[in-house]
């Protein structure tokens, strides 16, 4: 009994043929050039992969896509006669974990390449959560600083002991070891240290901050040490040390409107640029590698409301000259930007978007000190130059 004519399998080498089969289409060029052993039919398509910056072919339908079969990739540098080649790109390398799966979710934030997309990216957080926390903060502040100032010290060692946490929690992701427990030990000292003893104790408990933790550091592993050190010190100078200085401004007799002008303007910062740059779209981006969502629209914002907000309490609260004001409000929008993009950069480069989840529509504690923390020190110089308490 005679057989029919048999299929040929895609990406097989043509042979010579048998009887009664047909043979299948000769090598010849592609289109582009090059040589196939398939001659100028059509590519077989590529089996069902993943690809970098593609999308995964199609699975066969119909009845008879069990019994087909992909054909097989060639082999990296030319493959062998009979091997199909693949219009499919290259896999990454596998690294120690295995094969590197590619990403299918969304992109991490938009680009502003739209009117639309730069508005989400300045109005994305969630407004009546953000005005909530806001106000119930506020009022954590507020009702200490005018009625207990030991109490609003209190406030403010709380706050820099869980950003100590986020703070050194960040820069263990990172691959640096800066020990716990020393770092937030000093950090809820040093503005108690402050309040009661003034500013050159300040100086003197970050350095017994810094030793302590060095001291723990020490005794482990010397691999790394260098790296860790200099984590372990940026921990204390940029959280402890610096939320000090507010506790400073709290001393003078005066101190509630010293800490209310410098809380102010920062907070004026904020809403300024916020307002500013939703109202305008944030067309001209300030630092579009750092924070695409900072724009110089929002920059000029944030300047007015922290004039306008400074030289108001300077000279009506703290009977100063509007000047003085002027000046501590250009200066605290300058330092409050910087500190913002500074924490923003330092979050970049470790690869997280908040430093924490503890404020709903805030992220962590220190997603809300960053401007605060490195205005604190600029604050308390400029105030008591122009104002020396009595």
Excluded at 22 to 37: K, T, V
Excluded at 51 to 71: L, N, W
Excluded at 230 to 256: E, K, Q
Aim: one cysteine or more; proline letters at 10%.
């Amino acid at each position: 009994m005679s057989e029919g004519p048999r299929a040929t399998v895609p990406g097989a080498a043509a042979g010579p043929a048998e009887p009664g089969v047909p043979a299948g289409p000769a090598a010849g060029p592609l289109p582009d050039g090059r040589h196939s052993p398939h001659g100028g039919g059509p590519r077989p398509q590529a089996s069902t992969v993943w690809e970098f910056g593609g999308q995964p072919d199609a699975k066969p339908q119909g009845d008879g896509a069990a019994r087909r079969t992909a054909p097989a990739a060639a082999p990296v540098g030319g493959g062998a006669p009979g091997t199909a080649p693949t219009t499919a790109r290259r896999a990454a390398p596998a690294g120690p974990g295995g094969p590197v799966t590619p990403p299918t979710g969304p992109p991490d934030e938009p680009t502003a390449s739209s009117g639309r997309q730069r508005r989400r990216i300045r109005a994305g957080r969630n407004l009546p959560a953000a005005i909530t926390v806001g106000v119930v903060l506020g009022a954590l502040i507020l009702v200490p600083l005018f009625t207990l100032k030991a109490g609003f010290v209190g406030v403010v060692s709380a706050a820099v002991a869980i950003g100590t946490f986020e703070v050194v929690r960040a820069l263990r992701l990172a691959g640096l070891r800066a020990p716990l427990v020393p770092l937030v030990a000093g950090a809820i000292a040093m503005p108690i240290v402050a309040y009661f003893f003034g500013a050159s104790a300040l100086v003197g408990a970050l350095a017994v901050t810094v030793l302590a933790a060095l001291a723990v550091r020490a005794v482990g592993e010397p691999a790394g040490l260098p790296a860790d050190v200099a984590g372990t010190i940026f921990a204390a100078v940029y959280v402890g040390f610096t939320a000090g200085f507010a506790a400073l401004l709290t001393a003078p007799d005066d101190g509630d409107w010293r800490v209310v002008a410098f809380l102010g303007t920062v907070v004026a910062s904020d809403i300024g640029g916020y307002a500013a740059g939703v109202l305008s779209g944030g067309r001209h981006k300030l630092a579009p590698t750092v924070s695409p969502g900072k724009s110089w629209e929002g920059f000029a914002g944030s300047t007015i409301a922290c004039v306008a907000v400074a030289s108001t309490v300077v000279r009506f609260a703290l009977h100063g000259h509007v000047w003085q004001g002027v000046l501590l409000g250009l200066a605290v929008v300058c330092t409050a930007t910087v500190g913002d993009l500074g924490e923003s950069l330092l979050k970049r480069d470790i690869g997280i978007k908040d430093m924490g989840n503890l404020l709903p529509g805030h992220g962590g504690i220190m997603d809300r000190l960053d401007s605060l923390l490195c205005s604190a020190p600029v604050a308390w110089l400029l105030i008591t130059a122009f104002l020396p308490p009595s």
